[in-house]
């Protein structure tokens, strides 16, 4: 049973246009979400998060927004760069205390036309 | 900046070899985890480990051990090498309540 989706497997856009990436979950007990992006050949780096008690956090051209009611968050990217070229997981995590243990979307594979 | 560091880049084995997979932090986390990377499938958890000796089981541990001796080091362990088990493992770190940093992968084949 997937608790983290992210339906959409590949997205293009033009570069200086928006990017918007998708997540959606199950698991309501999850307080904590976060957006890695992934290079081919190298390991995931963390992006930018949530807690539940926001709705938007911003830092610099990335926004995650999250819909609690909807069980959705999303990721916009602007303006778009082509470096911004690669797979992007989004994961949950239910406050467990101190593991930090993280449940993880299948990716979605942004491609930024220039 | 954390580094993690992952042994091996590449490991070609055979069906059957027990198999180490060995993953280095140098920022004091506490937390460690393994994970592995298959297409469509996102990253999964096989095991994570809160403290020297402790070990939790993730996801999908079948198949799988690990050992953490020393708080730096985090090793996972292939009993018996499968075809199945033909993946990329990701090595990963934290403190508490923090995210995690991971470790550039290890691309393993199984012949």
């Known amino acids: 049973d997937q608790q983290v989706k992210q339906n959409s497997p590949s997205l293009s856009v033009q570069e200086g246009r928006i990017s918007i990436l998708n997540c959606d979950y199950t698991?309501?007990?999850?307080?904590?979400f976060l957006w890695y992006k992934k290079y081919p050949a190298e390991g995931p780096t963390f992006l930018i998060s949530i807690s539940s008690i926001k709705d938007k956090n911003e830092d610099g051209r990335f926004t995650v927004f999250l819909n609690k009611s909807a069980k959705h968050l999303s990721l916009h990217i602007v303006p778009s760069q082509p470096g911004d070229s690669a797979v992007y997981f989004c994961a949950a995590s239910a406050n467990d205390g101190a593991t930090n243990k993280l449940i993880f979307g299948t990716g979605t594979l942004l491609a930024v036309q220039p | 900046d954390v580094k993690v560091t992952q042994s091996s880049r590449y490991l070609v084995k055979r069906t059957g070899e027990k198999v180490f997979l060995e993953c280095v932090q140098d920022m004091d986390h506490e937390n460690m985890f393994w994970y592995r990377q298959d297409p469509g499938l996102g990253l999964r958890l096989i095991y994570f480990?809160?403290?020297?000796?402790?070990?939790e089981k993730g996801d999908i541990p079948e198949g799988y051990s690990v050992s953490r001796e020393k708080k730096e080091r985090f090793s996972l362990i292939l009993e018996s090498a499968s075809t199945n088990q033909t993946s990329m493992y990701l090595c990963?770190?934290?403190?508490?309540?923090?995210?995690?940093?991971f470790g550039d992968g290890t691309r393993l084949s199984i012949l």
């Open positions: 990963a770190s934290s403190l508490s309540l923090q995210p995690q940093h």
């Open positions: 480990s809160y403290d020297v000796k402790m070990k």
């Open positions: 698991n309501s007990m999850f307080d904590y």
